[in-house]
């Protein structure tokens, strides 16, 4: 090796042991792209001695597909460089080589990339590399053998074609990027795929190279693991004789297995294929690898007697905007001394640019004008752009590390760009940058790298039809989908394949079915019939149903036992949150008029309604309105225990203070006759230790309840069997009806005591207010208890919450909405003379009165006599 100046060491070769090809295309500019990729699919070895310098080696047979990828490549830098938003200023050449579709001719190019072309003993390797990446090649063992070589310095190289899996391995090709899914998903995808179909007694064949061995591996370890079985498994290469071919084919004839899964590469697909053809050989499915699947030149009538009906995956094909038309303009006048543009064009048109010396052509001669818009062939065909994407994906990803490495950034509105142009830099820094790369191709696709500088997979799963003027086309029939977080199998009903051959006496039960034995035939003749509900077979011709366990029940296709359905009232649903809604609105509304009172506090209808009651009254009405939230949701140990303990005692409080109002307003009456004393017996101490009173019996009531027989959550399986009714059990119904019984019995005591006093004379008597109150109360939880009972599952609760929140809103409407409506509406009449009836009914009130005066009076006379 020859020693740079910046420690950069490049291997030189001096001509009597290696000669360099000289790039078939190439074009100057700042920035250079090596491209490799296999133009010709033969070449001619030349035999080795020890006294003679080797010979040029000899490529051969023009490969139209491998052209079209490098025309594409051409295209891709053309656009870059003609863009003015991506390495502006900044003008992209190339060099591409032919690898000759080996690795020996992979490594001459790899060093012609890397070197130069300098052929003269003595002379000094440059300190850097010619190129500043590489795109290429188009098979995997090249790809290695280019790799073994530019890795050592760090020199990336991106392929559009290399999908074995052992080019991940980043510790021996830490350089190596592609554009390509590796073959890791492939396998495992036509494993999953030969599963799919039931085809568990397999054949296998595959290119004997990196490529088709690690392919292959890994799909038989897949396959493995699916319970599919490999009857044989053979391995052709393009080296090996015609005669291995025709063995191969003769295996395949004398196995069982009828579907044949091919991971070949083209060539050794065309070997395969002609022989097969040969040996006549049909009635066999074939399942293939990307590489042929969706081959032009395969479908074509004279193959599709034995490849239609083909399965396989194949990369996702996209459009390249003007590509064609570029294609269309590629003539050899472009470069008339370039030998591959005539090479091209003769193997196109059937001509030739040479003419005899007799005069006499084998074949007519080009003029050049012919026009390749009168051509269909695999150059012109752009309708199934996949690898080409891949090429133009490559392109577009170094054109986008070097604009990132060269600090290109935009100035002003009208985004004039400039780069920061470094003449020298390290491969290294290509290689960070690649590994950044992320952007959005035109089409919207998104490319970047992983850490093993693989894409993202994604793969269409394609199918060989016939059409119906007699072609054989490639129909999508599904995806499959790869990321680090999920993985999806897509397979579309409308698949057309071919009909495996079947014998049997009754077709297999499928799950969800039990086998019958017919009385009279044999126990291969049975017929199906479906498990009932509550039982279930998993497995094809099962012999019987099994049960399911008590919280599972069977799904429609009685196949499988899934988990209950538990049933509660949730936040989620609408009833849920509509009941949820109207205990907040209630709440909220609770303490809006809460803040109504303590604003007008002062005020004479407030203190006249016993002002401490009332907030009492508005802070127990507040819990009731929310203690309805714990009977919502899934129950627990505590919200069972909770939901009717809080519910008993929050209504106690509440009817206590309305108790107390009522007899407020009755003492308040009494007090107002002549030598009446009985408010100092009725006083603030003796109201709060009533409602205290009051409230202590029911808790003591649920304390005694909690100890002895406490509510629990209970899973009602009885009710409905296909579901099961998650629901709070009583623990002990004579405490629950107890606690029922006290609210009951105070809510009773308060509408009598109201209803006694609903007459008397007052401008705003609060008695009669009570009395609508305590009725709508009382008319709720007596039509609550029916509705109770008879209420299933998640409704006995809703009915419960109803009852909760309908008695609220009945004390709190009927109770405090008049005074507020007087409070903020009607200001003039919340004055103490009105409420004493000294307005406009001053009369009247005097008249009652005088009556009240004549009857202490003569109450008094009859004591004195």
Known sequence: PCSAANGLNVYCFPYTISTYEFPLLSKEGDIIIGGAFSIHTQIAKPLLSFTDPPQRLICSRIHLREFRFVQTMIFAIEQINNSTSLLPNISIGYKIFDSCSTTVSSARAVMALMNGQERTLGKNCSSKSSVHAIIGTSDSSSTIAMLQTSGVFQIPVISHFATCACLSNRREYSSFFRTIPSDYHQSRALAKLVKHFG???VGTVRSDNDYGNNGMATFIKAAGQEGVCIEYSEAISRTYPQSQAARVVRVIRNGSARVLVAFLAQVEMDMLLEEAMKQNLTGVQWVGSESWITAGHLATKRHS??????????????????????????????????SLLREFWETTFGCSFQSSLDGQSQSRQCSGSERLDDVDNTFTDVSELRISNNVYKAVYAVAHAMHNMLKCSHHGEKQNQSCIW???????????????????????ERVYFDDYGDPAAMYDLMNWQRSPTGETVFVTVGMRVYTLLFIILLYMLSVVILQRPQSVCSESCIPGFRQAVIKGKPVCCFSCIACAAGEISNTSDSSECSRCSLEYWSNEDRSLCVAKVVEFLSFEETMGTLLTALSLFGASLTLVVSIVFFRFRDTPLI?????????LLLFSLTLCFLCSLTFIGRPSDWSCMLRHTAFGITFVLCISCVLGKTIVVLMAFRATLPGSNVMKWFGPAQRRLSVLAFTLIQVVICILWLTVNPPFPFKNMEHYKEKIILECALGSPIWFWAVLGYIGLLAMLCFILAFLARKLPDNFNEAKFITFSMLIFCAVWITFIP?????????????????????????????????????VLKPELNTKKHLMGKTHSSSQTSDVTNKIKNKQ???NNYHKQ
Do not use: M
């Not at 459009?319 to 050899?332: D, Y």
């Open 199 to 201: 085809w568990t007694w």
């Open 305 to 338: 007697g034995i490849l239609i009906g083909s399965l396989g995956f194949t990369i996702r094909k996209s459009k390249i905007p003007g590509l064609r038309e570029f294609l269309l303009q590629v003539n050899p006048s472009q470069t008339p001394q370039n």
């Open 422 to 444: 470094r003449d020298k830099f390290e491969p290294v820094q290509v290689l960070k940058n690649l590994q950044r790369v992320n952007f959005t191709l035109h089409s919207g």
């Open 607 to 615: 203190r006249a309604s016993n002002s401490e009651l009332s907030f």
């Open 787 to 823: 509705a109770y009972v008879s209420s299933p599952g998640k409704f006995t609760v809703a009915v419960e919450i109803f009852a909760i929140l309908a008695s609220s809103y009945g004390l709190l409407f009927c109770i405090f909405v008049p005074k507020c409506f007087i409070i």
């Open 857 to 859: 009076k003569k109450k």
